[in-house]
């Protein structure tokens, strides 16, 4: 019921920022779909698989570096640009895989924010793609009839990006290969015990999840025309389990609906205006930032299994 | 390449170690015994900055700096470790790394209202400007201080953890807690305790890094990652491996920053070993780091249990 209820508020929006004569919601909306893809990638691992992933931020700036690479050297097929940020995205998340699920907990957290910093820095020294600055992109990636520069036909097709995501995402989970790795989330030493390669079915999940985080990037940076390192910093990482876990890990529509929060909220105090003395609402403005940490703290302290998770039925 | 700059980039490279040392300290603590991620350790260091920064201005004297620097951050430390961050011992380490990552954008926030936006600079203390002569070799006087005062840190803490009923405590709580709390010690008042110290450490960090660098808000997360890679190089929990691992980090950061692109200009072409250098110097500790992991996963010295 909720989660229909989402859907079909994602897709009135288009409409509605028509007949409203607000075009940024629309952009706003795009972002919040896009991270919210990028979080549920993440979940895979995070919330299903018991593996909290500190460096998912990586996988998004991949997506977005072979359109802004490939751009670069006049290459504008969008097929292309697809098939090089998947082809990408997954030897570096297998590569990067294998080795982190040697390490568990807290080795694990840090080994993955690790090499998320080596492929921020990489980007930061490819200074004939901009380098610090970022890459303007020429020209969305065109696939064929389908017109990406026009905003509601972009819209569209990341909400069904995004809608494809979640059906396949709720197919996974409840497969035999989301109960295995469910089930070594919970003990992975039974799981072992039972048969089942435990590593084997972490990795894949794994690179999954990077690689829904790279079709994010893909849709990011379709959508802003501009790549750089920035998409890849660590407090990205940070956001999208911010973003998880505001939403709810235990089920696959969660993530979505932390990004919804996370981003909806911090752009509303962007905004902030209630009739208060000016000066109050200046300094909220300004500080928003600061409101927002306080929010994180407090679901954090006082939230056990998110907001969405709290409405919907768990996964388990 | 001579001699000197070599020396003179090891020095710099311990004098890194051992800044990272101060904030690792603390850190490596917390992971150990209460199992906890604090990535708000980073913003102690800011605001201990801060504090000494204000002080500095306000009374010129350096001492007073330090007091006010490790002394504001203890109190600061016990005040979020006992209204919010206690509650999180038990939880999983996702809820840590959300509460804290929380914290370290209110504390953001905190010092762009009280300081302003802009960074601020204090001086070297007077004593302190100019250089030192060490066998023909000239170095800069608050450098080899900062050294002096980690070292003294260092020894300091090890005569703690390893002569003192308090460090016995901190051990046996390292290894096994459920076990000392068994045996009646106050778990929820060690764990304060330790909190504090830490975070006294990271203010004294901020504070001896302040005339070197920009005091601004935010300049607590560059650095709190790099002490993420030191303790985990050096092995959760243990004061000795976040020594070591401080030093090897601070050297390979600084020396490789330094020398790493001339040494790929040998091998490569010009104009792909001026591409290459600085992001591979950049990359060198997490390189490091993930060799270490993938090898050796409990780091390269543990805590010995048993």
């Known amino acids: 019921m909720a989660a229909t209820a989402i859907l079909l508020a994602l897709a009135a929006v288009p409409p509605l920022c028509a007949a409203l004569a607000q075009p940024y919601y629309l952009t706003l909306f795009a972002r919040v779909m896009i991270l919210g893809l990028a979080a549920m990638g993440l979940n895979l691992v995070l919330g299903f698989g018991g593996l909290v992933s500190f460096g998912h931020a990586m996988y998004i700036g991949v997506g977005a570096y072979a359109v802004g690479i490939l751009d670069a050297h006049g290459v504008t097929g969008g097929l292309f640009h697809l098939a090089a940020a998947l082809a990408a995205g997954a030897a570096l998340a297998c590569f990067v895989g294998t080795v982190c699920l040697l390490t568990r907990g807290i080795a694990f957290i840090m080994i993955t924010l690790a090499f998320a910093q080596m492929v921020f820095f990489l980007a930061v020294g490819l200074k004939e793609y901009g380098g610090d600055d970022g890459l ?156 927002l940490g306080l929010l994180i703290v407090l679901a954090a302290v006082g939230m056990r299994r998110g907001v969405y998770g709290a409405l919907a039925p768990s996964a388990h | 390449m001579s001699v000197i700059v070599l020396l003179t980039q090891l020095l710099n490279g311990v004098q890194l170690g051992v800044l990272l040392f101060l904030l690792s300290a603390g850190l490596t603590l917390v992971f150990g015994i209460m199992n906890f991620i604090n990535l708000s350790h980073g913003s102690l260091y800011m605001l201990g900055a801060y504090f000494g920064a204000a002080a500095y201005t306000a009374t010129g004297s350096f001492l007073l700096a330090v007091v006010a620097a490790t002394g504001g951050s203890l109190l600061l430390g016990l005040i979020v470790e006992r209204v919010a961050l206690a509650r999180l011992y038990a939880r999983e380490h996702l809820d840590q790394v959300l509460a804290t990552f929380g914290l370290i954008l209110i504390f953001n926030e905190v010092a762009r209202v009280t300081w302003g936006p802009s960074s601020v600079y204090i001086d070297v203390p007077g004593t302190l400007v100019g250089a030192v002569d060490l066998l023909g070799l000239s170095y800069p006087r608050y450098r080899l201080f900062i050294i002096g005062v980690g070292v003294a840190v260092a020894v300091a803490l090890y005569l703690l953890i390893h002569r003192t009923r308090l460090g016995m405590l901190i051990r046996a709580g390292a290894s096994v807690p459920t076990m000392v709390g068994a045996l009646g010690v106050n778990l929820a008042r060690l764990n304060a305790l330790v909190f504090a110290l830490g975070a006294a450490l990271a203010g004294l960090a901020g504070l001896l890094a302040a005339p070197l660098m920009s005091v601004q808000p935010g300049m607590g997360e560059p650095i709190l990652i790099v002490a993420l890679v030191v303790i985990v190089t050096g092995g959760i929990g243990s004061i000795r491996g976040a020594f070591y691992g401080a030093l090897i980090v601070g050297i390979v950061d600084t020396v490789g920053r330094a020398f790493l692109p001339e040494l790929l200009r040998l091998m490569l072409s010009p104009s792909l070993a001026r591409a290459a250098g600085p992001a591979l110097a950049s990359m060198l500790i997490y390189l490091v780091m993930a060799g270490v992991l993938a090898l050796r996963p409990q780091g390269l010295f543990p805590v010995k249990h048993g």
């Open chain 1, 136 to 291: 303007s992109i020429s020209a969305r990636s065109a696939f064929g009839p389908l017109h990406l520069d026009d905003p509601t036909i972009l819209y569209y097709a990341i909400f069904a990006v995004l809608l494809l995501t979640l059906l396949a995402g709720h197919r996974l989970v409840h497969s035999r290969f989301g109960m295995v790795l469910r089930g070594a989330k919970l003990n992975e030493r039974r799981m072992a015990a039972l048969g089942f390669p435990v590593r084997r079915y972490q990795l894949t999940a794994y690179v999954i999840s990077a690689l829904v985080c790279v079709l994010s990037g893909f849709l990011l940076a379709n959508l802003t025309r501009f790549v750089s390192p920035a998409y890849m910093q660590w407090q990205v990482s940070g956001e999208l389990i911010v973003m998880a876990v505001l939403g709810g890990t235990a089920t696959v529509l969660g993530p979505l609906v932390g990004a919804a929060i996370l981003l909806l909220i911090e752009e509303a105090l962007a905004a902030f205006a209630m009739g208060l003395p000016v000066g109050v609402e200046e300094f909220v403005r300004d500080h928003r930032l600061g409101a």
